[in-house]
């Protein structure tokens, strides 16, 4: 099982990017996906969380209104729409792929994780 996040690059502050993250070697279309991201010198956090079929979504306040999560199980595939970057959203952004239907904010319940894309906001 292989994720292969994207996307990720040096934009301004204010601008957008659009990350991707596709699964092979199984199909997750009955899972919960994630994306976390760890800034330098910090931990891993939560960024935002789907459920199997898009129905549940929750987003970290820090991005509440930024950020847009999306998938297309039929390209085993989740999207994470960044706009209204800031500084502090540099950082590495990694997608997960979580035990059950839907796994909320918690890191224990995702089970496959990518290597992470590195998004850079310049002021």
């Not at 960024?47 to 847009?68: C, E, L, M, P, Q």
């Not at 706009?83 to 590495?92: C, G, I, Q």
Request: glycine share 14%.
């Amino acid at each position: 099982v292989q994720l292969q996040a994207s996307g990720g690059g040096v934009v301004q502050a204010g601008g957008s990017l659009r990350l991707s993250c596709a699964a092979s070697g199984r199909t997750f279309s009955a899972n919960g996906m994630g994306w976390f991201r760890q800034a330098p010198g910090k931990e891993r956090e939560f960024v935002v969380s789907i459920s199997w079929n898009g129905g549940s979504i929750v987003y970290a306040d820090s991005v509440k209104g930024r950020f847009t999560v999306s998938r297309d199980n039929a390209k085993n595939t989740v999207y994470l729409q960044m706009n209204s970057l800031k500084p502090e959203d540099t950082a590495v952004y990694f997608c997960a792929v979580g035990l059950s239907a839907y796994s909320g904010r918690d890191q224990s319940r995702y089970r496959y994780w990518g290597r992470g894309t590195l998004v850079t906001v310049s002021s």
